[in-house]
């Protein structure tokens, strides 16, 4: 009876330790996976943190341009270069075509 009784335990003692074995070999593969997965997500945080930084330099940019084009500058630029427009201190110099 108590060979019995001890071979039992031991199985179930050798079931436990397998069922264990298992379970720490599925926590190390999901803890491994959750770590990848991390570092993809830190690169793209770092990329989208880059991509803001770009967009907030082409944000100030556009508003400089929208500045620019409410300009008396601007307005007179653009009358002289499509319109061909001028002060009336000014004389324009045209080269004849050849």
């Known amino acids: 009876m108590k060979i019995r009784r001890r071979v039992r335990n031991i199985k179930i003692f050798f079931i436990?330790?397998?069922?264990?074995v298992f379970f720490v070999g599925a926590?190390?593969?999901?803890?491994?996976?959750a770590k990848k997965q991390n570092k993809e997500y830190v690169q793209e945080q770092e990329n989208l943190k880059k991509k803001i930084k770009e967009e907030k330099q082409?944000?100030?940019?556009?508003k400089k341009y929208d500045e620019y084009t409410k300009s008396n500058e601007y307005i007179e630029n653009t009358a002289k270069s499509k319109l061909g427009l001028a002060n009336d201190n000014e004389i324009i110099f045209k080269e004849e075509s050849k």
């Open 58 to 62: 082409r944000t100030k940019q556009i």
């Open 16 to 20: 436990a330790g397998i069922i264990a």
């Open 27 to 33: 926590m190390s593969y999901n803890i491994y996976s």
